[in-house]
């Protein structure tokens, strides 16, 4: 074969062959990779099938980009680039998140953002400032995501978190749940007895001696976070596979049960139903992790706040948008300056 011509129209991939034999229709969304092989069509099928290689990663990478380039039908679309710009304090030596990164995170957004309105400079920002935060600048998304579990001695965030927790979200029944309160009315009740590190059990402290890092972290979450937003007690487990994940930290299993029956409601695929049975499997799935986010974000009517706190705010009004997201306001003043810098460059 000395020479191809490739036509594309409505997603076919016309094969030329010159000379014969005759042209092959070649489907653009028959589409797999192999190393760095992208493969079109099946290759099972000898004739119907073609491939494009690059060995080198960097020139394998920007190739799919030109081939696959993002689509940005949204009202307010965003870019990889800006996401970078936002998400790394210096371009030139951040690693992560990388550009290949923030482009999938771009492109899902971009695919479901008119779904739920986040349609404006302003409200796309506000989104950012809170998913920014929640994912660690989009470090803990798809197959890292999930709340960390290791506490040990030295960890911030003891008394900000744990000491201080009071009773939120009841249960939808008792059952095993006796110190439960009947209400969650004000003033809240303290939910946990310690007042200090060496007050927490050996057996929730990673480096506490008594049970192996991974078991600690899971006995300190199914502790915490028992009988509250649908959970059982802490023998269930629920407090430690209901912890946060996807991109805006969904927590409780009644926010999972509420999510994946909308999931079923908006007939998505079913392998998306794994947030019930394996969460940390399921949040694997980054657009899963994304729109569990997007989700919550409208759940909370949180574009009408947005609307109402502009650049440059006070604190007090920005943690308007905070509470929404997060009622102990968790340092909602970092979730500020990601606002603010996502705003000036989304603004442009």
């Given at each position: 074969?000395?020479?191809?011509?490739?036509?594309?129209?409505?997603?076919?991939?016309?094969?030329?062959?010159?000379?014969?034999?005759?042209?092959?229709?070649?489907?653009?969304?028959?589409?797999?990779?192999?190393?760095?092989?992208?493969?079109?069509?099946?290759?099972?099928?000898?004739?119907?099938?073609?491939?494009?290689?690059?060995?080198?990663?960097?020139?394998?990478?920007?190739?799919?980009?030109?081939?696959?380039?993002?689509?940005?039908?949204?009202?307010?679309?965003?870019?990889?680039?800006?996401?970078?710009?936002?998400?790394?304090?210096?371009?030139?030596?951040?690693?992560s998140p990388s550009l290949e990164e923030c482009?999938?995170?771009?492109?899902?957004?971009?695919?479901?953002?008119?779904?739920?309105?986040?349609?404006?400079?302003?409200?796309?920002?506000?989104?950012?400032?809170?998913?920014?935060?929640?994912?660690?600048?989009?470090?803990?998304?798809?197959?890292?995501?999930?709340?960390?579990?290791?506490?040990?001695?030295?960890?911030?965030?003891?008394?900000?978190?744990?000491?201080?927790?009071?009773?939120?979200?009841?249960?939808?029944?008792?059952?095993?749940?006796?110190?439960?309160?009947?209400?969650?009315?004000?003033?809240?009740?303290?939910?946990?007895?310690?007042?200090?590190?060496?007050?927490?059990?050996?057996?929730?402290?990673?480096?506490?001696?008594?049970?192996?890092?991974?078991?600690?972290?899971?006995?300190?979450?199914?502790?915490?976070?028992?009988?509250?937003?649908?959970?059982?007690?802490?023998?269930?487990?629920?407090?430690?596979?209901?912890?946060?994940?996807?991109?805006?930290?969904?927590?409780?299993?009644?926010?999972?049960?509420?999510?994946?029956?909308?999931?079923?409601?908006?007939?998505?695929?079913?392998?998306?139903?794994?947030?019930?049975?394996?969460?940390?499997?399921?949040?694997?799935?980054?657009?899963?992790?994304?729109?569990?986010?997007?989700?919550?974000?409208?759940?909370?009517?949180?574009?009408?706040?947005?609307?109402?706190?502009?650049?440059?705010?006070?604190?007090?009004?920005?943690?308007?948008?905070?509470?929404?997201?997060?009622?102990?306001?968790?340092?909602?003043?970092?979730?500020?300056?990601?606002?603010?810098?996502?705003?000036?460059?989304?603004?442009?």
């Amino acid at each position: 074969m000395k020479d191809t011509h490739l036509l594309f129209s409505d997603n076919i991939v016309k094969v030329n062959p010159v000379p014969l034999p005759p042209a092959i229709d070649i489907s653009l969304k028959d589409k797999s990779e192999d190393n760095n092989t992208i493969i079109y069509g099946s290759i099972k099928t000898s004739s119907n099938w073609i491939s494009i290689t690059d060995t080198k990663t960097d020139e394998f990478n920007a190739l799919k980009q030109y081939l696959n380039p993002p689509s940005y039908t949204a009202t307010f679309p965003i870019t990889g680039e800006q996401l970078r710009e936002i998400f790394c304090t210096n371009i030139d030596k951040c690693k992560s998140p990388s550009l290949e990164e923030c482009e999938n995170v771009a492109n899902l957004i971009n695919k479901y953002s008119d779904l739920f309105e986040i349609n404006t400079a302003l409200r796309m920002a506000h989104f950012l400032g809170q998913v920014g935060w929640e994912s660690n600048n989009l470090k803990a998304m798809g197959k890292k995501s999930g709340e960390g579990t290791c506490y040990n001695q030295k960890s911030t965030g003891w008394e900000k978190i744990w000491f201080k927790s009071t009773w939120k979200e009841l249960p939808f029944n008792y059952t095993g749940c006796p110190e439960a309160p009947p209400n969650n009315k004000k003033p809240r009740k303290n939910k946990n007895h310690w007042t200090d590190i060496s007050e927490v059990p050996k057996k929730y402290i990673c480096d506490g001696g008594e049970v192996v890092a991974d078991t600690a972290g899971k006995n300190l979450f199914s502790y915490v976070y028992r009988c509250e937003g649908g959970n059982g007690d802490e023998a269930s487990g629920d407090g430690f596979r209901y912890r946060g994940h996807g991109i805006m930290q969904l927590t409780w299993k009644k926010q999972y049960v509420a999510f994946e029956a909308w999931l079923q409601l908006k007939g998505f695929p079913k392998d998306f139903n794994k947030i019930l049975t394996n969460p940390d499997e399921g949040f694997k799935n980054l657009e899963l992790d994304i729109l569990s986010g997007m989700w919550y974000w409208d759940r909370g009517n949180c574009n009408g706040t947005a609307d109402k706190i502009q650049s440059g705010s006070t604190r007090d009004e920005f943690d308007k948008i905070t509470k929404k997201i997060n009622d102990g306001l968790l340092d909602s003043d970092k979730r500020k300056e990601i606002f603010e810098k996502s705003y000036s460059i989304l603004k442009k």
